[in-house]
Structure formats: C-alpha cells, structure tokens
C-alpha cells in the first residue's frame, strides 16, 4: 500500500497546481498502483472525476478486467511497442482499489501512439517513450469523449531509444 500511496503524489501535485478540479484523469497503466494511487487523490478531491487506465489494445487487460469487473489475463504474449505497461494481469490490490472507486478502461491502437509521440515532441518538446504516451494516445483517439473537460494526463517514461523513437515519429500521421 505504501507504493501504491506513493504513487498517488503524482496526482496531488498535479491538483496543487491546477487551481480548478479535473474532470477526467487518463493514467497509463501496467498493474494499476500509478492508477489506484491516482484515484484516491481525485477522488477525495472530485468524487465525480472520471477515472480511465489506458493501454494498448493489444495488452489491454485492464479495460476488459474493469468491463467483466473481474481480473482478466492478457491475450498477447510476448513483447509490444508500450514495453513498460505489458503485464499480465491487474495487480490484485490495486485492482480491488480502482474496482471500488468506479475506474474504467480505454485502449488504442499502436497508430495512436505514433500521433501522441509526435504531438508530445512538436507541442510540449518531449520525447516520450510508446508506453509515456500511452494516455495522450487514449486521448486523441477518444477525443470526442473527452471534448470540453479539464484533462488529467500521465506522461512518462522517458528513457526512448533514440532509434526506437525517430521510427515511431515516421509512422506518425497528425502532420506537424
């Protein structure tokens, strides 16, 4: 739990800086601890924030774990491009944590992860790694969902390979 706590800061400081509550947060999410964290904060401070895992559709355990509101396993094996989120399965803990406060999930092709790594680099100057813009990817492709709210986005990971990450940047499509 003291992780998991831990984890949560992420959210804290984001709301000391932000003089007004979000309304949606988007976390990018492995086991779900960074999510679990996340959500204890918003939620003491919105109880109507909406909370979303994001992941790649392929490794998307989460968003299927929280639709049958059990833990669900991957169906991919192997590797994927958002190495840093591939888990097998939603931690036990913190998926009794997000179950509880109403979390939900969302997944994206790897195309989305393109687009938000370009984005990332040309509007913010962030080279982020497939698996740090896994939450801007969810956003862009559910961007219709999200229109109109005050957006609580995780980035992280920046440790890309520099190769990894130009041949991303050529697959991306937003015509930056």
């Given amino acids: 739990m003291e992780t998991i706590y831990g984890q949560g800061t992420a959210a804290l400081e ?5 003089p007004n509550v979000f309304d ?3 976390i990018c999410a492995g086991g779900g601890g960074l999510t679990a964290g996340c959500s204890i904060i918003f939620k003491h401070h919105n109880p109507d924030i909406q909370i979303f895992t994001t992941e790649p559709e392929d490794w998307n355990d989460q968003e299927r774990s929280y639709a049958s509101r059990t833990i669900q396993t991957a169906t991919t094996n192997g590797s994927g491009l958002c190495d840093g989120l591939l888990t097998p399965e939603p931690g036990k803990i913190p998926f009794s944590i997000n179950l509880a406060l109403g979390i939900q999930g969302l997944s994206c092709e790897e195309q989305y992860i393109f687009d938000a790594m370009q984005l990332a680099k040309e509007v913010f100057a962030v080279e982020l790694e497939p698996s740090g813009a896994i939450a801007l990817a969810n956003l862009i492709k559910h961007k219709d969902k999200f229109q109109k709210k005050k957006v609580f986005l995780t980035f ?7 190769e990894l990450f130009n041949e ?3 697959k991306a499509k937003l015509g930056l």
Wanted: hydrophobic share 45%; charged share 10%.
């Fill in 14 to 18: 984001a709301i000391k800086q932000t």
């Fill in 24 to 26: 949606i947060a988007l």
């Fill in 156 to 162: 992280s990971g920046g440790n890309v390979d520099p």
């Fill in 168 to 170: 991303c940047l050529a």
